[in-house]
């Protein structure tokens, strides 16, 4: 789902764009809805919203690592199982 807000920082106006899934708390968001985000003072247009993470998302960012590394394994174990023959 993509939530789209807008937000005052000081004199003017900034818009930003969320994707969330089904496992986020901003998820299924009514129009006019409130929620929190932190942005960077010195460049307003960079923010952050914390409630936009989920638990999937975080499963799915460690499986990944979890598949690079052994990745990496797998890749120096035959690099130098082979280097010894």
């Known amino acids: 789902m993509n939530i789209y807000f807008d937000y005052n920082v000081g004199s003017s106006s900034e818009t930003g764009k969320l994707f ?7 998820y299924g968001m009514a129009q006019g809805e409130q929620f929190s985000i932190q942005f960077n003072p010195k460049r307003p247009a960079n923010y952050y919203c914390s409630e936009a993470k989920s638990l999937s998302q975080t499963i ?3 499986v990944i690592m979890v598949g690079v590394a052994f990745a990496i394994v797998v890749f120096v174990v035959e690099f130098f199982g082979n280097s010894r023959r």
């Open 60 to 62: 799915r960012r460690g």
């Open 20 to 26: 969330v899934d089904d496992n986020s708390s901003l």
